[in-house]
């Protein structure tokens, strides 16, 4: 009796390892999709947008809206009526 208890026991620690196996490889797949995901994402990103640095977009920006502002008959400055 002892013997076969041992053998269940044996037998039910190699289906945990089993069962930890998979679980890892479901979640190394999970996160090479998350990182696939990323990549493809990044790739939009520079293909809509290409690479510009953020201190020039946000300076022509600025140039713009003055532009604007000065067009429409304004000094730049914010007058509450």
Do not use: H, Y
Not at 41 to 62: A, C, G, I, S, Y
Not at 63 to 78: I, L, M, N
């Amino acid at each position: 009796m002892e013997e076969s208890g041992r053998r269940k026991r044996k037998m039910g620690n190699e289906e945990e390892k089993d069962d930890e196996d998979d679980e890892e490889k479901k979640v190394e797949k999970f996160f090479a999709l998350i990182r696939s995901t990323r990549e493809v994402r990044d790739r939009l990103r520079n293909v809509v947008v290409p690479n510009v640095p953020k201190e020039e977009e946000n300076q022509k920006r600025k140039e713009e809206e003055k532009a604007a502002v000065t067009a429409a008959g304004g000094d730049g400055r914010w007058n509450p009526t």
